[in-house]
């Protein structure tokens, strides 16, 4: 193939593969409704409040995630939760449980719910609330 061929190709495949296009969305402008956090927040309590307390995701969980697409903190919390049975949620409900921690760090909702879809999670940018 000829070099521009390949570089077009590569221009076009790398971001689809990453989840990443150029119309970034940032957690600042309302990724999840609020009838969606409240389905995280009873997912929570069903399935990681053996394990965790919704206070310790308030604040803290933004600090380290900024900067960083939500499907990398979708990823790990879905491989890695709940700790006996990774992977065992819905992708929905994942989803869900992501709502209901951006809204316990004061994320602002919106009028669509966070989808569970890779290439729609690559394109939101965690970003912490302006207070």
Not at 16 to 22: L, N, P
Not at 29 to 37: L, P, R
Request: charged share 20%; aromatic share 6%; proline share 6%.
């Amino acid at each position: 193939m000829r070099p521009i061929l390949l570089t077009a190709l590569w221009l076009v495949a790398v971001p689809a593969a990453t989840g990443q296009t150029d119309s970034v969305i940032s957690t600042r402008h309302g990724v999840y409704t609020t009838t969606q956090a409240r389905r995280g927040q009873a997912a929570f309590e069903q399935t990681c409040a053996r394990c965790h307390q919704a206070e310790a995701f308030e604040g803290n969980l933004l600090l380290s995630w900024s900067g960083t697409r939500v499907r990398m903190l979708y990823d790990l919390v879905q491989g890695t939760m709940p700790e006996d049975r990774p992977g065992s949620l819905t992708r929905q409900q994942y989803a869900d449980i992501i709502a209901y921690l951006f809204e316990l760090n004061g994320l602002p909702p919106g009028t669509r719910d966070l989808s569970p879809e890779p290439n729609e999670l690559g394109r939101i940018l965690i970003e912490g609330s302006r207070k």
